[in-house]
């Protein structure tokens, strides 16, 4: 809307849309980088489970 206005000038125009697209891509990678993956506290679902079904006690 600026730039049919007349208040920006092309230059200025496209480097707004570049610098936008640029921090939009770069937000994601920076945000895992600085507070890491969400699901870094979840168990390995390829491990074995400590107990299974149907073990409900040691019959000792």
């Known amino acids: ?4 206005l007349g208040f ?3 230059r200025l125009y496209s ?4 610098m936008a697209v640029v921090t939009t891509a ?3 990678p920076l ?3 600085v507070i890491g993956r969400p699901d870094d506290d979840l168990p390995d679902p390829t491990e ?3 107990h299974t079904a149907g ?3 040691s019959a000792a």
Do not use: D, I, N
Request: hydrophobic letters at 55%; proline letters at 4%; zero cysteines.
């Open 1 to 4: 809307m600026g730039l049919q």
């Open 8 to 10: 920006l000038s092309q």
């Open 15 to 18: 480097l707004m849309v570049v």
């Open 26 to 28: 770069m937000a994601g």
């Open 31 to 33: 945000l895992t980088l």
């Open 48 to 50: 074995a489970p400590e």
């Open 55 to 57: 073990s409900v006690g």
